[in-house]
């Protein structure tokens, strides 16, 4: 069993007024089961974390870095010029006593959030807008970021972790810098129980399964499956079958398609 490095988190306790309820569903929506392999878990509390700009124009000094049950990547406390305190995603390399700045245009710093059309092509950025003013929805899980490629008009190039290249307006904010915990991908979770203190239950192979509860059910001993192609439980195909929507409207924002392993 393998963990992270949690020596860069402050020993303080998350501030009270930024925690919310979060009521543990199981997977279940009406009392039916609509995402399998989930329930049970530690108690958590949600950390109402900023992805937009609620401080606009503001800098602040970093407080904490504290850890966030509810997602991989770290999570900053920032003290505001105003008073406020508000929690962000924490970059690689932010540590308490620094400052951060929420403006049209910043100085090109860990953390700073400014409009993309204002950095430099070869930028690191995390949090990124797909649609101004909504907040960032890209590039935010534990060691992730997206390069800043080119600008074109009113687009900017983004070269997304993935490895595809996109098209993003360029009025969207972004912050500058690689999110944290960049080693959670090589974590080994090590045993069972890891897996149901995090709220994730058993999965079962469908070939283990009743002729009624599964496609490939039925049959003594060790059976192939019994359909010609890889299926799930409600019938849909797998194994390599394109999801993505031929004529799907984004499509023509995407400059280059990810990279295939």
């Known amino acids: 069993m393998e963990v992270a490095d949690f020596s860069v988190l402050s020993k303080t306790a998350p501030?009270?007024?930024?925690?919310?309820?979060?009521?543990?569903?199981?997977?279940?929506?009406?009392g039916r089961i609509s995402t399998r392999h989930q329930g049970g878990g530690v108690k958590q509390r949600y950390r109402a974390v900023d992805f937009g700009e609620k401080n606009f124009g503001q800098?602040?000094?970093?407080?904490?870095?504290?850890y966030d049950p509810n997602r991989t990547a770290f999570i900053a406390r920032i003290q505001w010029q105003q008073g406020d305190r508000s929690y962000v995603l924490a970059p690689q390399g932010l540590t308490v006593g620094l400052r951060v700045?929420?403006?049209?245009?910043?100085?090109?710093?860990?953390?700073?959030?400014?409009?993309?059309?204002?950095?430099?092509?070869?930028?690191?950025?995390?949090?990124?807008?797909?649609?101004?003013?909504?907040?960032?929805?890209?590039?935010?899980?534990?060691?992730?970021?997206?390069?800043?490629?080119?600008?074109?008009?009113?687009?900017t190039n983004l070269k997304m972790p993935s490895g595809e290249v996109r098209k993003v307006l360029s009025e969207g904010f972004a912050s500058v810098g690689q999110l944290s915990r960049a080693e959670h991908s090589?974590?080994?979770?090590?045993?069972?129980?890891?897996?149901?203190?995090?709220?994730?239950?058993?999965?079962?192979?469908?070939?283990?399964?009743?002729p009624r509860d599964h496609p490939y059910g039925a049959g003594e001993g060790r059976q192939p499956?019994?359909?010609?192609?890889?299926?799930?439980?409600?019938?849909?195909?797998t194994g390599g079958r394109k999801t993505r929507r031929k004529k799907k409207w984004s499509n023509q924002f995407i400059l280059q398609r990810r990279t295939k392993k």
């Open 15 to 30: 501030l009270k007024s930024l925690l919310k309820v979060k009521v543990g569903r199981g997977g279940r929506g009406h």
């Open 59 to 66: 800098s602040g000094v970093v407080e904490a870095i504290e």
């Open 101 to 155: 700045k929420i403006a049209e245009s910043a100085q090109l710093e860990l953390g700073n959030r400014m409009r993309l059309k204002h950095m430099p092509a070869g930028t690191l950025v995390h949090n990124v807008e797909l649609v101004p003013g909504r907040g960032g929805v890209l590039a935010r899980s534990a060691g992730n970021y997206a390069e800043v490629m080119a600008h074109e008009g009113k687009y």
């Open 186 to 210: 090589l974590v080994s979770i090590g045993k069972a129980g890891r897996m149901r203190w995090m709220g994730i239950r058993p999965t079962v192979r469908g070939s283990a399964m009743n």
């Open 225 to 237: 499956r019994g359909t010609r192609k890889p299926k799930t439980k409600w019938g849909k195909v």
